[in-house]
């Protein structure tokens, strides 16, 4: 039950117009934050997140970014500064998944696109974020990364994703220690399979859904709003001691991995 953990915070999520971004500002709304909703093609899925903050009865405000682009990004935040006058929390969730090919069959664009989304992109919010949180002269804030639990664990076919996800896995740990004395925490979510566009052919066949959750403990994939409360932990003061880690939400998934050896 909402206890408004994040009252009086504004959050900027990237990729909130569906799945864990979207369920996420809903979350972060019934806490009490305002929220930077954050789309790149679909403004009607990001226009319904809106909605639901506004339902919430905090503010809102939509704005599109390619987040691979680093003028987009700076463009972006000054759009949520200029409407929202600061971002308190920032959850770095937009990205591509992996393109499914083997190494030696990945042309060079496709790896540089989930590169430069997933790891560029993230870099390039935080990097802002951490600017004007110095220019305000105050203390604290969260950065939250969505990765995965492919930032530790790899998938054959998944080299573009893997390497990126594993990036930003180091990226959030060099932050924790450079943003410690600003008392700003950084952390990874790393979920495992959730019901997002992401699987939207598992969410769209039974069968398949079960074919790929049988090596997931809780025999499940996780909603989006279980991950989302998870980030409203790492949102609010109740997570102040903890930075730098990652934490897996995944049914058990990286600890049955070595089952059937």
């Known amino acids: 039950m909402a206890d408004g953990r994040l009252q009086g915070k504004v ?30 093609h679909d403004r009607a899925g990001a226009d319904t997140t809106r ?15 390619d987040i691979s682009d680093e003028a987009a990004v700076e463009a972006m935040f000054d759009e949520a500064l200029k409407t929202l006058g600061a971002v308190d929390i920032l959850m770095n969730n937009a990205g591509v998944d992996a393109s499914g090919q083997d190494v030696a ?7 540089d696109k989930a590169i ?6 993230t870099f390039y919010c935080c990097r802002r974020y951490v600017q004007e949180r110095k220019a305000e002269g105050g203390q604290g804030g969260k950065i939250i990364n969505v990765t995965s639990v492919h930032e530790e664990i790899p998938n054959a076919g998944g080299s573009d994703y893997d390497c990126s996800k594993g990036a930003v896995r180091n990226l959030t740990r060099t932050l924790a220690l450079e943003l410690a004395p600003l008392r700003i925490n950084v952390n990874n979510l790393a ?6 566009p992401f699987n939207q052919p598992a969410i769209d066949d039974p069968d398949l859904l079960d074919e790929q959750v049988q090596s997931i403990p809780f025999k499940r994939a996780a909603r989006p709003a ?12 109740d997570s102040d001691y903890v930075t730098g880690s990652s934490y897996y939400m995944d049914g058990g998934l990286m600890r049955n991995l070595g089952q059937g050896a």
Do not use: H, W
């Open 191 to 196: 979920p495992g399979m959730v019901l997002t």
């Open 105 to 111: 069959d990945l042309p060079t664009e496709v790896f």
């Open 116 to 121: 430069r989304t997933n790891l560029y992109g």
């Open 51 to 65: 909605l639901a903050v506004e339902a919430a009865g905090q503010r809102a405000v939509v704005v599109q970014c």
């Open 226 to 237: 279980e991950i989302a409360r998870l980030a409203v932990f790492l949102a609010s003061s």
């Open 11 to 40: 959050a900027l999520i990237t990729g909130s117009d569906s799945g864990i971004g979207q369920a996420t500002a809903e979350e972060f709304a019934k806490e009490g934050a305002d929220v930077v909703v954050v789309y790149l």
